[in-house]
């Protein structure tokens, strides 16, 4: 359960009433609980108001919150619960949370934050910021089998680091060509050693989840758990042929596998392979002049001929089999892999276009992530770049401007008297920099210097002016010097 409050006791929050209209429970941001038998309502409820436990979305490791406004202090919780006892005693017991406990003084000074929870600014990186990135392409297995990708996510800039290489490696069970990917772990080496980080199962597979963190980031693997045809990479590579030729997996039972491969079928003018299969009338050996690359396993295929027309060689309606074998190359071991029709062309008017020498035909299959398939790609950590920084500088400013009196993200006045917290923002600034605040008749009235990292392009000003006294309602200019960057001049003003 993920809650987000502007308050650390929550209360904003706390909107979930029963019948009587007493608020009983806080509203999450996001839920994430086990895939089990449990899931909905709880049936024991307070008044009327029942705790949710969930839809059965299964754990997470990582959220993303999008929806929040830079300069706001949020307060977050992320706590486990129970599914509650509702057999217990009379009554039973309801489902129960973790504890989400964060304190502040007076002043509203943090005074306690507990391990479910975190307080959070959110500010927009120093101008010129670049942010962490892959160096090596995850979109494409570095070396095996899977057709699948990975997808990974930053979820800490800052403890990204350079020069750290990592290698995913999957593991499959059962035996090839009947498979599925069961698991994969990451293997990292940095500054010269190497160590096995996790290994992570498939319920952590797809877009939606992730692996569990580490060094600042997140894995998602998107496997191709079905071995089917990829239309959009199956077709004629050369040559002028319009025979139209479908590919299917075999319906056969037993002998008939998707068999997970790529296939280059080469034509030529004279014979290139016999059929395998001899089993007359349908099947009989005769010379073709074609033959059939298995791209994946590096080796040629057997073929068989579906002599449908019964002519004794191929021909328009007749069907190709690609033939693969569980084990030694013998009759009682072939598997029927793929099927293509053998069709003419779409228009009944044309001339059929049959397949010559130099002509080839692709076959494209998804396959799932195979045991020793991997992937190899090393991190690139943040930085700043100073000639981006330059371009950048016209988007500094201030907000808010005007500020009318206050602004949405002050912390809360306890106090029974006093004007409480008043701050502005300069934002989309260089990390390093000088501001120097003028009134409009050039008198200076505030210097503020910034030294941060480069994930922060912000500076609050309380608005106390050096000599200790609060500045005035009016318009002010501001002048923004950055050491190698450039300098940046604006204004703001202050509304009573």
């Given at each position: ?169 999957f593991n499959s069970n059962t035996a090839y060509p009947r498979y599925s ?45 079905g071995v089917v045809i990829t239309d959009s990479l199956t077709g004629w590579v ?259």
């Open positions: 359960m993920i809650y987000r409050s502007t308050e650390p006791e929550f209360n904003d929050i706390k909107i979930i009433t029963d019948s009587k209209g007493s608020a009983k429970y806080w509203k999450p941001i996001a839920q994430f609980d086990l895939k089990d038998s449990i899931k909905g309502p709880d049936p024991i409820g307070i008044n009327g108001a029942h705790f949710w436990r969930g839809d059965n979305s299964g754990l997470r490791y990582s959220y993303i919150d999008t929806d929040v406004n830079n300069g706001q202090t949020y307060y977050y919780a992320c706590v486990s619960y129970d599914m509650g006892d509702p057999n217990f005693g009379t009554a039973g017991l309801q489902p129960s949370e973790c504890t989400k406990i964060i304190t502040e003084d007076f002043a509203g000074n943090l005074q306690f934050v507990d391990i479910n929870c975190a307080v959070v600014t959110p500010n927009a990186p120093a101008a010129g910021y670049i942010p962490p990135n892959v160096e090596g392409d995850i979109n494409k297995a570095t070396s095996g089998v899977g057709t699948g990708k990975l997808a990974l996510t930053v979820l800490n800039p800052a403890v990204v680091a350079s020069g750290v290489s990592y290698e995913v490696v990917t069961d698991s994969y772990k990451i293997i990292r080496t940095r500054n010269g050693a190497t160590d096995t980080l996790m290994t992570v199962d498939t319920a952590y597979f797809g877009a939606e989840r992730t692996s569990p963190p580490f060094d600042g980031i997140a894995i998602s693997v998107l496997n191709d758990t050369t040559g002028r042929s319009n025979l139209i030729m479908y590919v299917t997996p075999d319906p056969t039972p037993v002998r008939g596998i998707a068999w997970p491969a790529d296939y280059e079928i080469s034509f030529s003018d004279s014979p290139l392979d016999t059929c395998y299969i001899q089993s007359p009338p349908l099947y009989t050996r005769f010379p073709v002049n074609f033959k059939v690359w298995n791209k994946t396993e590096q080796k040629y295929s057997k073929v068989a001929v579906k002599d449908n027309d019964g002519s004794g060689n191929l021909s328009i309606g007749d069907q190709i089999q690609v033939l693969e074998f569980m084990g030694a190359i013998a009759p009682a071991n072939v598997r029927f892999a793929w099927n293509l029709s053998y069709d003419a062309p779409f228009d009944p008017n044309a001339t059929p276009q049959y397949p010559a020498a130099g002509d080839k035909y692709q076959i494209s299959t998804s396959k799932p992530f195979k045991k020793g398939d991997r992937f190899l790609f090393s991190t690139k950590g943040p930085s700043v770049n100073a000639s981006l920084a330059k371009d950048k500088l016209g988007k500094v400013d201030v907000v808010p401007n005007p500020y009318l009196g206050a602004a949405t993200w002050e912390k809360r006045n306890l106090n029974s008297t006093g004007r409480g917290e008043r701050k502005i923002d300069f934002v989309n600034l260089p990390s390093e920099c000088t501001i120097r605040i003028y009134t409009v008749t050039g008198q200076l009235i505030k210097t503020l210097y910034k030294n941060s990292t480069y994930l922060d392009g912000s500076l609050s000003w309380d608005l106390i002016t050096d000599d200790g006294m609060d500045a005035a309602y009016g318009v002010y200019i501001y002048h923004v010097d950055a050491p190698n960057v450039g300098e940046h001049i604006g204004k703001f003003a202050l509304i009573k």
